[in-house]
């Protein structure tokens, strides 16, 4: 018996050990093709997707999902014994075992309501969470200025509905679950005692022979109980698989365009040839023209809602235009592979996403390509090193939360410094400078200045700053560019400027 104790142990250890490892892979594996797919889909359908659902989808769906996994491999497990049971008392009684089979199938389908019950609060649960993580990382981005006018509460006050849904739910799903467990005992004590009763008294069988049927159908009865509740577990979960693989599926189908075979130079320059681009019946740009010459600094200005992110989207090829064409060397974009060209680009945009580390992994975010001297010359070309090596820490220094501990000008600086640290050949500035100071700004500008000549520089701005170093300006409005590029006086004063991007517009 102790043998037999202990081999089922070390059997049983074995078994979960695979069920367990096997369901953090199945997890694993889900969470990363989901973000292989979501990485690797097209800005455009990039930008509908709420980052509370893709949160969402990669925690609390894949985790639901992966606990579905389990239970099924339960349920397949007691499936198993079930049978063998069966099979055991076949052996012993043919009709009584039928009977019970009979009976089991019975006692199923009606505990079957149970188990719909629980799949339609898997349901809700899964929408209302989709819902309420939307909502909140929404809300959350937007906490400061809340608080600020101590307005937070009224964030629990937007979530409060989705809230009380998802509590609904979760009260039917134990609901169900225990009333699964209490109408199957109730129902299976009916069937055994009823069983016991025709046995003894109709079919005068011997009591001793009664007795090991009781016990071999009542445990076959009680394993199929069991696949019944993990099926019920796997219920829950299943809307929460098929919400993930509903997105994994949109992500791929929304795959980015790999572009062709030829590596990008930008020896000569880019060039916009009548570009226009519609969203659906909106018309955002039309026929634009535009001339970029290499190793130039380049300010496209105008108002907000003229165009010129979009200038830049189109030059990164995180969208395609609807007409015309994009070259950099001659060649169209879509002839160059993207993906280097790409590389080739460093990116400052207009927030200055920070994360809650050091300097030396906001600026690498953890590649290991690059090591401490990388480090520093994007540091110093950046115009960081002098207040970076003013910390005790140096490189080490923490940032805070969206690096909330450093100034707003220092903060665009490690921003220029990450996009620096890959020696990029075009930098793009998105509004980088919109939320510094005049000091802030031109501390931006300093660094600009000393970078000019050496690679091409894309800055986009609606203060006239950036445009009084520009070897060129372009003012934007309505969706066209200023031609030809009118060359900025440096020398006077901002009204002169106005009046040349004017002219130029």
Request: glycine share 8%; net charge neutral.
């Amino acid at each position: 018996m102790l043998l037999g104790i202990t081999l089922k142990s070390l059997l049983l250890l074995y078994a979960n050990r695979l069920v367990g490892y096997t369901s953090a892979r199945f997890a694993t594996d889900l969470r990363m093709n989901l973000l292989r797919c979501v990485l690797g889909s097209r800005w455009e359908y990039f930008l509908h997707q709420p980052l509370g659902n893709l949160c969402n989808a990669l925690s609390n769906e894949t985790q639901r999902s992966a606990a579905a996994f389990v239970n099924g491999i339960n349920a397949a497990t007691f499936l198993v014994q079930a049978l063998i049971y069966a099979a055991v008392a076949l052996a012993i009684s043919w009709k009584a075992t039928l009977a019970c089979l009979a009976l089991g199938v019975i006692i199923i389908g009606l505990s079957g309501t149970l188990v719909h019950m629980a799949r339609r609060a898997g349901r809700t649960q899964t929408r209302y969470l989709r819902s309420l993580s939307a909502r909140l990382a929404d809300a959350l981005q937007s906490l400061k200025s809340l608080k600020s006018m101590s307005k937070e509460h009224l964030v629990s006050a937007v979530l409060a509905s989705d809230t009380a849904r998802l509590d609904t739910a979760l009260r039917q799903q134990i609901f169900s679950a225990a009333a699964l467990v209490a109408a199957q005992e109730q129902m299976f004590a009916i069937a055994i005692t009823g069983g016991m009763f025709i046995a003894l008294v109709w079919f005068d069988m011997p009591v001793a022979t009664v007795m090991v049927l009781v016990l071999i159908l009542g445990r076959m009865l009680a394993q199929f109980g069991k696949v019944q509740k993990e099926y019920q577990k796997v219920a829950v979960g299943e809307s929460a698989w098929l919400a993930l693989e509903k997105t994994i599926a949109q992500a791929r189908m929304a795959r980015d365009t790999q572009g062709g075979q030829l590596l990008p130079s930008l020896d000569e320059g880019i060039r916009l040839e009548s570009v226009c681009l519609r969203r659906g019946a909106m018309p955002v740009l039309e026929n634009l023209d535009l001339e970029i010459p290499a190793c130039a600094l380049v300010t496209l200005m105008g108002a907000s809602g003229c165009g010129k992110t979009t200038i830049l989207d189109l030059i990164t090829g995180l969208v395609e235009p609807s007409a015309g064409r994009v070259l950099v060397d001659g060649v169209p974009l879509e002839q160059l592979d993207i993906g280097a060209w790409r590389r080739s680009i460093g990116y400052v945009a207009q927030e200055t996403v920070l994360l809650h580390d050091t300097i030396l992994n906001n600026i690498t975010l953890g590649d290991p390509q690059f090591d401490a001297g990388d480090v520093e010359y994007a540091l110093q070309i950046a115009g960081a090193g002098e207040f970076v090596a003013a910390f005790p820490e140096g490189v080490h220094h923490v940032v805070g939360e969206r690096g909330g501990m450093l100034s707003g000008g220092q903060r665009q600086r490690l921003m220029i410094a990450r996009a620096m640290l890959h020696r990029p050949r075009l930098l793009i500035l998105d509004e980088a400078t919109s939320a510094l100071d005049q000091e802030g700004e031109a501390a931006i500008c300093d660094t600009l200045r000393g970078l000019r000549g050496q690679l091409t520089i894309i800055a986009v701005s609606h203060r006239d700053a950036l445009a009084g170093i520009a070897d060129h300006v372009y003012h934007v409005d309505q969706g066209r560019a200023g031609a030809p590029a009118v060359p900025w006086p440096q020398s006077n004063h901002v009204e002169n400027a106005r009046f040349s991007l004017a002219r130029a517009g």
